[in-house]
């Protein structure tokens, strides 16, 4: 079975500063998606980031970008100048071929003025 | 583009009581969503439509949840009867079709606590 891995409970960044989010994945599946959302305490949760697995190009989303490590099955979320509105719950997410997503149980991120 | 909508937002009950959250979808999304969210935990998948049929039903406590999605579009997650441990933000998604790596939609989320 898909597992995710978020093994940061709890993170702190300075504002402006840059901050990188782990996650860890295990599949035995060639082909699949990853994914960052954002939850604000809102509640509503937000696409951040993207990435299929057959790319080997790291995708990036202005001042997000991600680490795609396949061999390592690790998916790593880099947030650069950091500011205030990113303070939010981060979960990873794994999208298999039969279609289920799996989340991970999410780093709360905070930034600090 | 509207999105995904849920409701109510907040509902407090009694153990044994029952209570059924609604969820209309993004207009031409065929699949929809039903994730249960503890807090301080992921959203754990409830149940998967795919146009109006179950495609993963398979952690759905169906001795108390149960969930229709009538005609494809909007569909219904009801809770009876309610236990303490099913106070948790039930939230309701969306996408175009399942996998090709499609976006999810979330709804804010209906909040339930079971006193």
């Known amino acids: 079975a898909q597992t995710v891995t978020q093994s940061q409970p709890e993170m702190s960044v300075q504002e402006a500063e840059t901050v990188t989010l782990s996650c860890t994945y295990d599949?035995?599946?060639?082909?699949?998606?990853l994914f960052w959302y954002k939850q604000p305490p809102s509640r509503q949760m937000i696409l951040v980031i993207r990435q299929e697995a057959y790319k080997q190009q790291n995708a990036t989303e202005n001042r997000f970008s991600v680490n795609f490590q396949k061999a390592a099955k690790s998916f790593s979320l880099k947030i650069s100048d950091s500011q205030l509105g990113d303070t939010a719950m981060y979960f990873c997410a794994f999208l298999s071929g039969t279609y289920k997503y799996i989340f991970g149980t999410g780093t709360r991120l905070k930034v600090l003025a | 583009e509207a999105g995904v909508a849920q409701s109510p937002r907040y509902k407090i009950i009694e153990k044994r009581q029952s209570v059924a959250f609604w969820c209309n979808p993004i207009?031409?999304?065929?699949?929809l969503y039903w994730y249960q969210q503890i807090l301080g935990q992921g959203p754990k998948l409830l149940i998967q439509?795919?146009?109006?049929?179950?495609?993963?039903d398979s952690q759905l406590p169906k001795d108390r949840f149960s969930a229709e999605r009538l005609k494809g579009v909007d569909s219904t997650l009801k809770i009876q009867p309610a236990k303490l441990e099913d106070s948790a933000v039930y939230l309701c998604a969306s996408s175009f079709r399942p996998g090709t790596g499609n976006t999810i939609y979330f709804g804010e989320g209906s909040w339930l606590t079971v006193v």
């Open positions: 207009s031409g999304h065929a699949t």
């Open positions: 439509f795919q146009n109006n049929g179950v495609v993963d």
């Open positions: 599949t035995s599946e060639s082909n699949y998606y």
